[in-house]
């Protein structure tokens, strides 16, 4: 009698080859479990992309026989800012959308309509960066300082305002609304800063093969001094996004005071200076401040949402949910 005659057949299922996720379904499942390195890396990646034209023009490396149009007097505008839009603000708000959603990309953007802060806030701001590289430009010129012309004055304003929807509103949304919360919630405050400096001064790089970083004429340790303002700056602007209940605007407003400040009345303050002795100023200035701050705010850096490894990668962060309910605390 044969043993195999009442067997049942193999289920269907077991016949069958395993199928693999869609690789779209796959990518979104490593972005959700590592929302900062799709960030940074995709930002990277687009600003990067962009510039390459750039780069590789007759305003960079040479490698293209054009250059780039200009525009108000420089290349900045045509070579710089199409892939400075394409880069942290578009990253931030592709990874929020994936992570988080309607209710992540709600508090994300909402950030950005937060105008309504002490007025302090604003002085700070608008004031603090200027009157620090004023006392940076005198210390470093021994006391030699010009009255900048009316006309330099008169440009403050609107090249402030061209700051604001250019520079500011291409990077902040990025370095700061989306990154710097969800360093704090895994991260000390000021951890967070020295993690999120280095990484937003990388993104810079490829522009200093273009006119934007003095190149060809530049000292090679350019690049070294803007990194350290960078890492010494971003304490800076922690502390205002923290301590201004984070207010994207006001962390616009910081970040373009020193860009307005730098382009428009520097050099006509301080003739005596060239592009390197600046950066060399800046550097010194920035890290100044960057002390101080943490001296004052012994280390918080005006945030005293304690980190939690729970929250990390894993939808909103806690600040953001915080914020939500209306629990965000600040200190001084």
């Known amino acids: 009698m044969n043993k195999n005659k009442h067997r049942p057949p193999a ?10 996720p869609n690789p779209m379904v796959r990518l979104g499942r490593l972005i959700r479990r590592h929302p900062l390195i799709a960030f940074f890396a995709l930002a990277n990646a687009l600003s990067w992309t962009a510039w390459l034209p750039y780069v590789l023009s007759l305003n960079g490396l040479g490698v293209l026989p054009f250059r780039v ?3 108000l007097g420089t290349s900045q505008f045509a070579g710089a800012l199409p892939g400075a839009y394409l880069g942290p603000i578009t990253a931030a708000f592709l990874v929020t959308a994936i992570v988080d959603g309607r209710n992540g990309l709600r508090a994300w953007a909402g950030r950005l309509w937060r105008w309504r ?3 302090r806030w604003y002085a700070i701001t608008l004031l603090a960066a200027p009157a620090g590289m004023v006392l940076t430009g005198i210390a470093f010129s021994g ?3 010009a009255a900048p012309s009316l006309a330099a004055i008169s440009a403050y304003a609107p090249m402030l305002l061209l700051q604001l929807v250019t520079t500011g509103l291409a990077e902040e949304p990025g370095w700061r609304d989306f990154a710097l919360p969800r360093l704090q919630s895994r991260f000390s405050p ?9 990484l937003w001064a990388l993104w810079h790089a490829p522009l200093f093969l273009t006119e934007w970083g003095g190149y060809p004429d530049a000292a090679w340790w350019r690049p070294l001094a803007f990194a350290g ?3 010494a700056f971003n304490i800076v602007m922690s502390w205002v996004f923290n301590r201004s209940g984070q207010s994207l605007p006001l962390s616009m407003l910081m970040h373009v005071s020193v860009n307005t400040f730098a382009s428009v009345l520097w050099f006509e ?3 005596a200076f060239d592009e390197d002795g600046f950066f060399a100023a800046l550097f010194v200035g920035a890290a100044v401040a960057a002390v101080a701050i943490v001296i004052g705010t012994r280390g918080t850096l005006g945030c005293t949402m304690a980190p939690s490894s729970s929250t990390a990668g894993t939808g909103i962060a806690s600040a953001e949910r915080a914020e939500e309910h209306g629990t965000t605390r600040v200190s001084p």
């Not at 000021?190 to 999120?196: C, G, N, P, T, V």
């Open 117 to 119: 802060v002490a007025p």
């Open 69 to 71: 149009p200009e525009i």
């Open 269 to 271: 303050m301080f003739p």
């Open 229 to 231: 303002f960078c890492i």
């Open 11 to 20: 289920p269907v299922a077991s016949l069958m080859p395993a199928t693999r």
């Open 190 to 198: 000021l951890s967070a800063s020295f993690i999120l400096g280095p």
């Open 143 to 145: 006391g030699q300082i």
